[in-house]
């Protein structure tokens, strides 16, 4: 994977294209330009890290001292701390990954140096680990640090190389499910082998894992071949439901588990594992609450921060609602139609379009990689003979989300690239025709 541009003359050279198309004689020159710049240094050094920390994990004897059952000694929980040097490995990841231009430049990088097999093969080592009393805090610290670089070079992978991360599926699973959750704590293990570790210090190191490996999840479930794996995976969905109904949960976390259920809701096959009690009660009541939390949004005034957070929880809880709302197949469950109703009415009502529009075009975070789903949720309330209220409710929720998903010019390329502009430009004419025949019928 690399960023570079292949020019003859003035003429730039496409992917694929054959050199045989040029008829060059000799004396002619082609240009070869690299578009990015990586830090190398850094990346190296990253890298070096990396493969001390698999070598030490990787030995028999420290195997057989961490499987042992007994706390660790203050000679090898010392030599633990030197050895993986995870202080070292933090600072080389947020020199390299700061900002997602980085993120994108320097994983490529990564890849392309034998990263995924190091990256891979140390998290599959690390989830040997059990996170009980004497599970050392730098082993905690480097799984996070593993799990976020997996996210990462997830997002700049070639798709025929996926299957090495999606073979290591389970291991993804592993560090989601292993973050001990419930709808209201999250539990935090006391550590005897650092003196100095506080709560609040492994509370966060949980909350990174958990974080890290959802961003991961975010981007596997939108592969059409692992969402009825995931949405079937009952663990797994217990684990989402937690998320939500836990209070000590940041709204990162929270959007995460959203945007993986949002994925999920696409394929028309999960829609029986999704529409159950407690997921939809958990998806309305998440939107109720108010952020615990607070965030901070580049470049926005503080004041709307926590607003901002609770309308982009609505919003995915309203596209995640709406996606199985409208499958007849799998009818919303019976005792909850009236409140996803007046659930639905209330985001449309109160949503403050202006403030998503800002997030989307300033934030370089989730990219929607499929907007058919969306465009389907427009079109099919349409052509149905009869329309009910949360049917009509669904579809401005999708013309909505349509609205705002949009304004980014990566999403509007993306629905070109999946031949869908021609649906768009006809939207109008499909939806006046379509509220006249429901009209009509009425009548």
């Given amino acids: 994977v690399y960023d570079q541009k292949l020019s003859f003359g003035c003429t730039v050279m496409a992917d694929g294209e054959s050199l045989d198309f040029y008829r060059l004689r000799d004396g002619d020159q082609i240009t070869l330009e690299y578009?990015?710049?990586?830090?190398?240094?850094?990346?190296?050094?990253?890298?070096?890290?990396?493969?001390?920390?698999?070598?030490?994990?990787k030995n028999d004897h420290v195997q057989m001292k961490l499987a042992s059952g007994r706390i660790l000694s203050p000679v090898f929980s010392k030599m633990i701390s030197d050895t993986l040097c995870v202080e070292?490995?933090?600072?080389?990841?947020?020199?390299?990954?700061?900002?997602?231009?980085?993120?994108?430049?320097?994983?490529?990088?990564?890849?392309?140096?034998?990263?995924?097999?190091?990256?891979?093969?140390?998290?599959?080592?690390?989830?040997?680990?059990?996170?009980?009393?004497?599970?050392?805090?730098?082993?905690?610290?480097?799984?996070?640090h593993v799990t976020f670089l997996l996210s990462a070079l997830y997002t700049v992978i070639p798709h025929h190389l996926k299957y090495e991360v999606v073979n290591n599926l389970h291991n993804i699973f592993g560090s989601f499910l292993r973050v001990p959750i419930s709808s209201s704590q999250i539990t935090v293990i006391h550590n005897p082998n650092l003196l100095d570790t506080t709560r609040s210090q492994q509370f966060q190191v949980l909350m990174n894992v958990l974080f890290n490996a959802l961003q991961s999840l975010t981007q596997i479930t939108e592969d059409e071949q692992h969402q009825v794996q995931i949405a079937s995976h009952q663990k797994m969905m217990k684990q989402f439901i937690g998320c939500l109904k836990n209070p000590t949960v940041n709204t990162p976390v929270h959007i995460n588990v959203l945007c993986c259920l949002e994925n999920l809701s696409y394929n028309l096959y999960t829609h029986k594992y999704l529409s159950n009690v407690d997921l939809i009660g958990a998806l309305i009541n998440v939107a109720?609450?108010?952020?615990?939390?607070?965030?901070?949004?580049?470049?926005?005034?503080?004041?709307?921060?926590?607003?901002?957070?609770?309308?982009?929880?609505?919003?995915?809880?309203?596209?995640?609602?709406?996606?199985?709302?409208?499958?007849?197949a799998a009818l919303l469950p019976?005792?909850?139609?009236?409140?996803?109703?007046?659930?639905?009415?209330?985001?449309?009502?109160?949503?403050?379009?202006?403030?998503?529009?800002?997030?989307?075009?300033?934030?370089?975070?989730?990219?929607?990689?499929?907007?058919?789903?969306?465009?389907?949720?427009?079109?099919?309330?349409?052509?149905?003979t009869s329309l009910c209220s949360i049917d009509l409710l669904c579809f401005e929720a999708g013309v909505l989300s349509l609205q705002i998903i949009l304004s980014r010019d990566s999403?509007?390329?993306?629905?070109?690239?999946?031949?869908?502009?021609?649906?768009?430009?006809?939207?109008?004419?499909?939806?006046?025709?379509g509220l006249e025949a429901h009209k009509r019928a009425k009548l």
């Fill in 35 to 57: 578009t990015t710049t990586v830090d190398i240094e850094c990346a190296l050094r990253l890298m070096s890290l990396l493969r001390n920390a698999l070598k030490f994990v």
């Fill in 88 to 144: 070292d490995i933090n600072l080389s990841i947020h020199e390299l990954m700061s900002t997602t231009e980085k993120v994108l430049r320097n994983s490529k990088f990564l890849l392309n140096n034998g990263g995924l097999d190091v990256i891979t093969s140390l998290h599959s080592l690390l989830l040997r680990q059990a996170w009980d009393q004497i599970c050392h805090l730098d082993l905690q610290l480097l799984e996070k």
């Fill in 288 to 328: 109720d609450r108010r952020p615990s939390h607070p965030i901070h949004f580049e470049d926005m005034d503080p004041a709307l921060c926590s607003e901002l957070e609770s309308h982009l929880v609505m919003c995915f809880g309203v596209m995640v609602i709406s996606h199985l709302a409208l499958t007849k």
């Fill in 334 to 384: 019976e005792q909850l139609s009236s409140q996803v109703e007046f659930f639905l009415g209330r985001f449309l009502r109160n949503v403050d379009c202006n403030l998503l529009h800002e997030w989307m075009v300033k934030s370089q975070g989730y990219r929607w990689q499929d907007i058919f789903p969306t465009m389907r949720l427009v079109y099919r309330p349409l052509h149905c």
């Fill in 411 to 433: 999403e509007m390329q993306t629905l070109i690239k999946q031949g869908l502009l021609d649906y768009l430009i006809c939207l109008p004419w499909h939806i006046s025709e």
